[in-house]
């Protein structure tokens, strides 16, 4: 509640507080004010790339496994049986 200067300047505060602290900047790399100020937070952005690169690989790796049963070769109808190209739509 904004009913009094206190918790005003409380709010402020806090808010000042998690942005140079907590809250990471995209033009730091994602780092946080704080941490390009006092030099703490150099090995950051290498973690960054690398927790990106591992998601990347997870989300590949879970996508190869995931099949449709059109795609599945142990339930896959004769090719004759599938509708021809131009019948889907394709060219």
Do not use: W
């Not at 049963?69 to 049986?81: E, G, K, S």
């Amino acid at each position: 509640m904004l009913d009094s200067l206190g918790s005003v300047k409380r709010l402020i505060a806090f808010y000042v507080e998690q942005l140079g602290s907590v809250m990471p900047h995209s033009a730091f790399r994602g780092q946080t004010p704080d941490e390009i100020y006092f030099g703490s937070g150099d090995q950051i952005p290498t973690e960054l790339k690398a927790a990106h690169q591992a998601a990347r690989q997870r989300r590949i790796a879970e996508n190869r496994v995931v099949r449709c049963r059109l795609c599945d070769a142990t339930d896959r109808p004769p090719m004759h049986l599938l509708p021809a190209a131009g019948t889907l739509g394709l060219q």
